[in-house]
T-cell receptor, first 110, second 113 residues
Framework: KNEVEQSPQNLTAQEGEFITINCSYS?????LHWLQQHPGGGIVSLFM???GKKKHGRLIATINIQEKHSSLHITASHPRDSAVYIC????????????FGKGITLSVRP | DTAVSQTPKYLVTQMGNDKSIKCEQN?????MYWYKQDSKKFLKIMFS???????INETVPNRFSPKSPDKAHLNLHINSLELGDSAVYFC????????????FGPGTRLLVL
């Protein structure tokens, strides 16, 4: 059974801090997604990666296939980064079904 | 232009009613999905359609029936609504033949009274 684990459930940081959010998965995957859900409820796909590292602005996502682990880093964090960050993996089957982690609620204090 | 749109955005209804949620994508994607987000904010896939063909049907009550009239639309019909159906329902789309990156609709907040 594919499981996606994220911890801790809640994370609080001070503005400007470097933040790391971790995600572990249990079975082979074709890709891992990082999603952001703001308090308003909308979901935005931040990254999709199957190896190595991707960067977009202040966000960096890395994945270690051997260890079945991915991290999302936020540099120079800002209160507007406050959101729920969800990782989800695509299984290696014929379809692109996503299995989601429970998400981490990040609060960045000014 | 909205990439993935859902209607209605909010839906409040009585137990036992039948309701539909509509989803449309203008991205030219060939795969569409319905996800349910429960009160604990946990997302779970319900259905997936590829080129109007059902390819994923998770353990979902038969009261839920997806319908895909064409590749750009995936509607969700719910019969005999129950209190436990209250949740946020997200539609999403992706392209099957390339590295999938899913695009989500804004969600439909369903409250069953």
């Amino acid at each position: 059974k594919n499981e996606v684990e994220q911890s801790p459930q809640n994370l609080t940081a001070q503005e400007g801090e470097f933040i790391t959010i971790n995600c572990s998965y249990s079975v082979g995957i074709s890709a891992l997604h990082w999603l952001q859900q703001h308090p308003g409820g909308g979901i935005v796909s931040l990254f999709m990666l199957s190896s190595g590292k991707k960067k977009h602005g202040r966000l960096i996502a890395t994945i270690n296939i051997q260890e079945k682990h991915s991290s999302l880093h936020i540099t120079a964090s800002h209160p507007r980064d406050s959101a729920v960050y969800i990782c989800a993996d695509n299984n290696t089957g014929a379809n692109s079904k996503l299995t989601f982690g429970k998400g981490i609620t990040l609060s960045v204090r000014p | 232009d909205t990439a993935v749109s859902q209607t209605p955005k909010y839906l409040v209804t009585q137990m036992g009613n039948d309701k539909s949620i509509k989803c449309e994508q203008n991205l030219g994607h060939d795969t569409m999905y319905w996800y349910k987000q429960d009160s604990k904010k946990f997302l779970k896939i319900m259905f997936s359609y590829n080129n109007k063909e059902l390819i994923i049907n998770e353990t979902v009550p038969n009261r839920f029936s997806p319908k895909s009239p064409d590749k750009a639309h995936l509607n969700l019909h719910i019969n005999s609504l129950e209190l436990g159906d209250s949740a946020v329902y997200f539609c999403a789309s992706s392209h099957r033949d390339s590295k999938p990156s899913q695009y989500f609709g804004p969600g439909t907040r369903l409250l069953v009274l």
